[in-house]
């Protein structure tokens, strides 16, 4: 029960402050709930002893979350622990939001993806999750990770190197997602090809078949190159 309230009823009094219309009285290993939204808060324990059921740990973050979720009709239970991957040192790539989990089912489920989103909502790491699971899963022969070479607005003259020096502080976020996961295994995979990081301009000409493709800050790029990046696509490839 403990957790399930939290030390101290620490969660309880969380979801106390959340449902302020409802009562709930906890004696011993019963729960009872009272009050006009006492059917969402039953279901809403309902799922949290579902997740702790299956070895999740409840904290306030994921409490807040799971809160979120029974208001939108979402089962934290499923949700939280759909588990992608698990990195090279064990921890566990997951959604965290009932959004994030209907954007990896896309990725999933299609074979291109358009993924909209404020910065900072997951929407790169979690594609280049499943293009690691993709990858391992042997569904593809390999990752293409690409996108414009430029901001909107910006110039690559103002940077020194050649296209590949210039470009590479804009291709940084996907090179933390893949070592972030795969550490020193993904450098051994770009050295032999089987991970590629490039930007869009060098894509021009190519058949991508059997690939994980995944086009970060497509906003930027222009009609004429969303076009020739759309033909790149060949068979039993997937598109983020």
């Known amino acids: 029960m403990v957790g399930l309230v939290g030390q101290q009823d620490e969660l309880l009094r969380l979801v106390e402050s959340a449902y302020p219309g409802t009562r709930i009285h906890v004696r011993g290993n019963e729960i009872d709930i009272e009050g006009d939204e006492a059917e969402q ?10 997740l702790l059921e299956k070895g999740h740990t409840l904290d306030a973050t994921n409490l807040g979350r799971s809160i979120d979720m029974v208001r939108e009709d979402e089962r934290p239970s499923e949700v939280l622990t759909a588990e992608i ?14 959004g994030q989990k ?12 358009i993924g909209i989103g404020p910065a900072g909502t997951g929407k790169s790491y979690l594609a280049v999750a499943l293009a690691v699971q993709a ?19 910006e110039r690559l003259g103002f940077l020194p190197g050649d296209i590949m020096a210039k470009v590479d502080p804009y291709l ?17 995979l ?19 078949n059997n690939s994980f493709i995944i086009l970060d800050e497509a906003q930027n790029t222009t009609p004429e190159q969303m076009k020739m990046f759309l033909t790149r696509i060949g068979f039993g490839s997937k598109v983020v």
């Open 41 to 50: 808060v039953g279901k809403l324990f309902t799922e949290l002893v579902s």
């Open 85 to 98: 991957l698990r990195s090279s040192k064990g921890r566990s790539v997951r959604p965290k939001t009932s």
């Open 172 to 188: 940084r976020p996907l090179y933390d997602a893949l070592y972030d996961m795969m550490e020193e295994g993904a450098s051994r």
């Open 135 to 153: 990858l391992q899963a042997k569904h593809v022969s390999r990752i293409i990770l690409t996108r414009p070479a430029v901001e909107a607005g």
């Open 190 to 208: 770009m050295e032999r090809g089987t991970i590629e990081v490039a930007p869009l301009a060098f894509m021009r000409g190519r058949t991508l």
């Open 102 to 113: 209907r954007y990896s089912d896309a990725i999933r489920e299609n074979i291109i993806t």
